[in-house]
């Protein structure tokens, strides 16, 4: 069976449940005396289909889910972890999944919409410390990706598809002054590495033999408060707090 057909088939059993729902809603106001029983026994016919569907859809997309999440998560460990997490909030959401046969397509879209959610609360969890110990990555790291990215020609285009990390780079380093950017890139460009303080005060414009390490560092303090504010635009907390 095709994954069109697949999707058909969990489309039909979500609205199959959610039918059952409904009969058992009518059936209880109908027999008042019987309905704390009727209840029961539709929503655990109704709670099979479901079960069903889920199934299926973790049957049907497993393997797409797991390389979507690897694209764009540190390590295949990561990856797993999120997409077990995106598949148990398709589990709570089936009931109020909105589709329709005939509209199949819409069960991958509405999936990869959780599991796109879920690699923001990762990578938000990530940066603000309320991971667990392997999650947590220190500021220093940061430097890391944005030591790439100043690598890469201050472009995410680097990657493809770009990671979430180097998307908020991109977004707090194009926040900075033109000036902040320049001294960060002769600070963290490969290229650059073997300029001496001399020739990067040169650069900048400023009298040979200032000392450009308060600059550097007031620039980077300055990409990180812009990457915080990146973090909060994705629903994440102050890493500072």
Same mark, same amino acid.
């Given at each position: 069976? !095709?994954?069109?057909? /697949? !999707?058909? $088939?969990?489309? @039909?059993?979500?609205?199959?449940?959610?039918?059952?729902?409904?009969?058992?809603?009518?059936? +209880?106001?109908?027999?008042? #005396?019987?309905?704390?029983?009727?209840?029961?026994?539709?929503?655990?016919?109704?709670? $099979?289909?479901?079960?069903?569907?889920? +199934?299926?859809?973790?049957?049907?997309?497993?393997?797409?889910?797991?390389e979507f999440a690897q694209?764009?998560l540190p390590n295949q460990? !990561?990856?797993?972890?999120?997409?077990? *997490?995106a598949f148990e909030g398709?589990?709570?959401?089936?009931?109020?999944? %909105?589709?329709?046969?005939?509209? $199949?397509?819409?069960?991958?879209?509405?999936?990869?919409?959780?599991?796109?959610?879920?690699?923001?609360? =990762? /990578?938000? *969890?990530? /940066?603000?410390?309320?991971?667990?110990?392997?999650?947590?990555?220190?500021?220093?790291?940061?430097?890391?990706?944005?030591?790439?990215?100043? *690598?890469?020609?201050?472009?995410?285009?680097?990657? &493809?598809?770009?990671?979430?990390?180097?998307?908020?780079? @991109?977004?707090? =380093?194009?926040?900075?002054?033109?000036? #902040?950017?320049?001294?960060?890139?002769?600070?963290?460009?490969?290229?650059? $590495?073997?300029?001496? #303080?001399?020739?990067?005060?040169?650069?900048?414009?400023? %009298?040979?033999?200032?000392?450009?390490?308060?600059?550097?560092?007031?620039?980077? *303090?300055? =990409?990180?408060? /812009?990457?915080?504010?990146?973090?909060? &635009?994705?629903?994440?907390?102050?890493?500072?707090?």
């Amino acid at each position: 069976m !095709d994954t069109e057909s /697949y !999707d058909r $088939a969990i489309v @039909h059993l979500i609205r199959e449940g959610k039918s059952l729902v409904c009969q058992g809603q009518q059936q +209880t106001k109908q027999l008042l #005396e019987h309905a704390a029983h009727e209840e029961r026994r539709w929503q655990q016919a109704a709670q $099979a289909k479901f079960e069903e569907a889920h +199934t299926l859809l973790v049957r049907t997309y497993y393997e797409r889910a797991i390389e979507f999440a690897q694209r764009r998560l540190p390590n295949q460990e !990561d990856a797993e972890e999120v997409v077990g *997490d995106a598949f148990e909030g398709a589990w709570k959401n089936l009931p109020s999944f %909105q589709g329709s046969a005939q509209g $199949a397509s819409l069960v991958w879209g509405w999936f990869i919409g959780i599991l796109d959610h879920k690699v923001k609360d =990762f /990578y938000r *969890d990530y /940066y603000a410390g309320q991971a667990s110990p392997r999650q947590q990555k220190p500021k220093e790291e940061v430097e890391t990706f944005l030591r790439q990215y100043c *690598d890469a020609g201050s472009s995410p285009s680097h990657a &493809d598809p770009p990671s979430q990390v180097t998307l908020m780079v @991109h977004q707090a =380093f194009g926040r900075l002054s033109e000036r #902040e950017k320049l001294i960060l890139r002769l600070y963290y460009m490969t290229a650059l $590495a073997e300029l001496s #303080e001399e020739q990067r005060a040169r650069i900048v414009g400023v %009298q040979p033999g200032a000392n450009l390490r308060m600059p550097k560092k007031r620039a980077f *303090d300055h =990409f990180w408060d /812009y990457f915080v504010d990146v973090l909060r &635009d994705i629903g994440g907390q102050d890493p500072h707090e």
